[in-house]
């Protein structure tokens, strides 16, 4: 059974830091790619990060690059996403998937084939 497991949400201050896990079983991690993405109340669901298991490439939209960071433990099937300097706008729920392939360059939801459930962030002002 495939199983995505995304932890860590919660309230932090804006300038803060917090960093998010997904756990991972069910399928081959080493060969697969770990998107984050989320969704702000009342807006679409937007990619937002990904790594590749394989080769550690990785993809940032434009929205985090540069403040948020994606790196995974491959012993424990977990990736993690931290997130450096968020904004009040970082608020959503959060959300791991994974697709047995490389990073698509872009937050392409259809690419992914297992999600897990959500995990709430919020960045107070």
């Known amino acids: 059974e495939v199983q995505l497991q995304a932890s860590g949400g919660g309230l932090v201050q804006a300038g803060g830091s917090l960093r998010l896990s997904c756990a991972a079983s069910?399928?081959?991690?080493?060969?697969?790619?770990i998107g984050w993405f989320r969704q702000a109340p009342g807006k679409e669901r937007e990619g937002i990060s990904c790594?590749?298991?394989?080769?550690?490439?990785?993809w940032f939209a434009d929205s985090v690059d540069g403040r948020f960071a994606i790196t995974s433990d491959n012993a424990a099937n977990t990736v993690y996403l931290r997130m450096n300097s968020p904004k009040p706008e970082d608020t959503a729920v959060y959300y791991c998937?994974?697709?047995?392939?490389?990073?698509?360059?872009?937050?392409?939801?259809?690419?992914?084939?297992?999600w897990g459930q959500g995990t709430q962030v919020t960045v107070s002002s």
């Open positions: 790594i590749s298991i394989s080769d550690g490439s990785t």
């Open positions: 069910g399928f081959a991690f080493d060969e697969a790619a």
């Open positions: 998937a994974a697709g047995m392939m490389d990073c698509p360059n872009g937050g392409y939801e259809d690419e992914y084939e297992f």
